[in-house]
């Protein structure tokens, strides 16, 4: 017999002397797996029940922390912007704190500069590697390649920073004899090296969620493979690579270690990436780890610089948005 027999049946076949397996003669009757089954859906129920409000929670800590630390920047900053003019702070053009000079260009530019440095190296690697994982590379190749261009990711920022002082900045002196071993232009290459990862892998994912039909209707029609990677899917999926590049640009300007280490701490107002420079970032770790005392403008301008490195990335998750919802294709 098989197992799935309640106890009653199997009373009565032993005694008309019809063998019964012991797995059936053990097993549940039909009305006790309906309860054991109902006990598990009320388990299931629950546990449905319970995750919409864990996952509100999370975020509503993610809420309350930016909103937190938006807070902290804007109290310290409004009390630093009541002892030192707004328009002297953004249109100074010499920023030496501890002498009570409090202009910001010079750490604006510093950050641009390195910025622009970095997006001029990442942007057409970046670009290149996505074409070739998405249009060229096999699948094997592909598995092969992906993960270990995203260990440049997992890389620590301070080891970028002395590779940068280390290797690059003496390599840069062999070619430019002026060169200062801190400066601008080494720095600015190792974080594009650094964003390299980002540019390639989200461009490579956008790429790769064109449709085949659009690729394989361009091939029907005579265009090699590269006329398809340019002219075909490239515009097809330009708002999610114009939306990596942005993010991108938003982590150069965020970056700290590289900058502290290679590029300086002179807040020279110069676009001469030779010369060494101080950025935004830069400054924080100065201002953090120097001899402050506490409430001084020192100390509050390291909250102003906080809020003016907080509206730059603002402006450009906004922006990477508002070029994702305009430039998006829908397939």
Known sequence: MTCGLSHNLCVVFKKRGIHVNKKAEQSYSVQDMIKKNKQKKNIGNYFEKGIPYFLLLCAIISVITTIGILFTLLRESITFFSNVSLVDFYL?????????????????????????????????????????????????????????????????????????????????????????????????????I??????????????????KSLREGALGLGATRFEVAMKVVLPAALSGIIASVVLAISRAIGETMIVTIAAGATPNMTFDPRQSIQTLTAFIVQGATGDTSYQSNIYLSIYAVGFTLFIFTLLMNILSQYISRRFKEDY
């Open 194 to 211: 650094m964003i390299i990862p980002m540019i390639a892998s989200l461009s490579e994912d956008a790429m790769s969620a064109v449709p």
């Open 92 to 192: 100074g053009s010499e920023w030496s704190p501890w002498t009570d000079r409090f202009g910001v260009a010079p750490l604006i530019i510093g950050t641009l500069l390195i910025t622009a440095i970095a997006i001029c190296v990442a942007l057409p690697i970046g670009l290149a590697a996505s074409i070739y994982l998405s249009e060229y590379a096999s699948d094997r190749t592909r598995k092969i390649i992906k993960p270990i261009l995203e260990i440049l990711a997992g890389i620590p920022t301070v080891v970028y920073g002395f590779f940068a002082l280390t290797f690059v900045s003496p390599l840069l002196g062999s070619v430019f004899t002026d060169m200062k071993i801190f400066n601008a232009l080494s720095a600015g290459i190792v974080v594009g």
